[in-house]
């Protein structure tokens, strides 16, 4: 089971910080991420990190502003949103992509996060 939060509101130019904790096992090569949806729009992916080799991918639109952390000892994934425009307002997700596996098949509950310019 995955549990967001962080999510709220904020100003264009602030900056929140998502979390997603885990409860179960998060095996070494599996991998956590995050994705959004906004309203009238597909969801698309932010962020995501192995969590053995920490290798950490972000998506362009993004890319600078964003970054994603983990902290395997609380089995935690973070995004660390700063710079944060109108256009970032989405539903915030948090996913798990077993080892192996080419999908993301456990989804957190979501976040919403708005930004007002």
């Known amino acids: 089971q995955l549990q967001a939060s962080g999510g709220g509101l904020v100003q264009a130019g602030g900056s929140l910080r998502l979390s997603c904790a885990a409860t179960?096992?998060?095996?070494?090569?599996?991998?956590m991420g995050w994705f959004r949806q906004a309203p009238g729009k597909e969801r698309e992916f932010v962020a995501e990190v192995t969590w053995r080799n920490y290798k950490r991918t972000i998506a362009d639109s993004v890319k600078g502003r964003f970054t994603i952390s983990r902290d395997a000892a609380k089995n935690t994934v973070y995004l660390q949103m700063n710079n944060l425009r109108s256009e970032d307002t989405a539903v915030y997700f948090c996913a798990h992509k077993p080892t192996g596996s080419g999908d993301f098949g456990l989804w957190g509950q979501g976040t919403q996060v708005t930004v007002s310019s």
């Open positions: 179960g096992t998060i095996y070494s090569g599996d991998t």
